[in-house]
Each structure stands twice: as structure tokens, then as C-alpha cells.
């Protein structure tokens, strides 16, 4: 049998995504990217969704619906924007800043 024959593509779960426009006058003056940037954008997404609720809270008859903003999220050094992956679990080596701040973390626990 092929494989396409072994398998079959089933949908097991469902949500719907909402497109929300906060505007083009939340980010004055934030770099693109920036984390400054990316946290001004989830307050203006989250007061749009806000204002979109409160907008079907009006029409009863769609009572049962809600908007859920869903974050992607990366993990990186704080200090030089590395990326790491998202359970890494290990030391951080990425740059001086970051492993003095790790030998920092050592050696308060030693010291604990
Ligand atoms: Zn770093």
C-alpha cells in the first residue's frame, strides 16, 4: 500500500482567526522589530480586540463569540538579540554580557 493510502488527513480541532487593524498611529517613531516596537503592537491589538468585543457585546445574538489574540514568541539574549530555541535548557553563550550574567547566576547559587 502507499502511503497516501496508509494515510488520511483528519481535522481534530477548530478556531477561527480574526483579522484586527489598530490603526497606523500606534507605532510612532518605533523601529520595526524592536522590542519596544513588538510590545506597543500587542497593546494596540489587544485594545482593538477589546474594542471589537465590547462592539459584538452590543449584538447579542453573537454573544458566543470572543477574540483571542495568539502570540508567537522567540526567545532571545536580551543583551545582543540572539535567537535560541524556544525549551533550551543550556547555558547562555552568545555573547560576554550574557555569559558574565550566567557566571553571575552561578556563583550566587554556590554562594546560597
Ligand atoms: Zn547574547
Known amino acids: 500500500m502507499q502511503r497516501s493510502e496508509l494515510l488520511e488527513r483528519v ?3 477548530l478556531h477561527a482567526e480574526i483579522d484586527l487593524d489598530p490603526g497606523w498611529w500606534w507605532n510612532r517613531g518605533l523601529q520595526y522589530g ?3 516596537y ?3 503592537y500587542e497593546k494596540a491589538m489587544e485594545s482593538e480586540a477589546r474594542d471589537l468585543q465590547e ?3 452590543d449584538h447579542r445574538s453573537r454573544d458566543g463569540y470572543g477574540i483571542n489574540i495568539v502570540r508567537e514568541y522567540k526567545m532571545i539574549c536580551k543583551f545582543c538579540g540572539y535567537e ?3 525549551d533550551y535548557n543550556g547555558i547562555l553563550d552568545c555573547c560576554n554580557d550574557a555569559i558574565n550574567a550566567e557566571q553571575e547566576n552561578i556563583k550566587a547559587l554556590v554562594n546560597e
Request: glycine letters at 6%; hydrophobic letters at 40%; charged letters at 25%.
Open 11 to 13: 481535522t481534530i480541532g
Open 34 to 36: 524592536t522590542l519596544e
Open 38 to 40: 513588538w510590545k506597543a
Open 55 to 57: 462592539f459584538i457585546r
Open 84 to 86: 535560541y530555541p524556544d
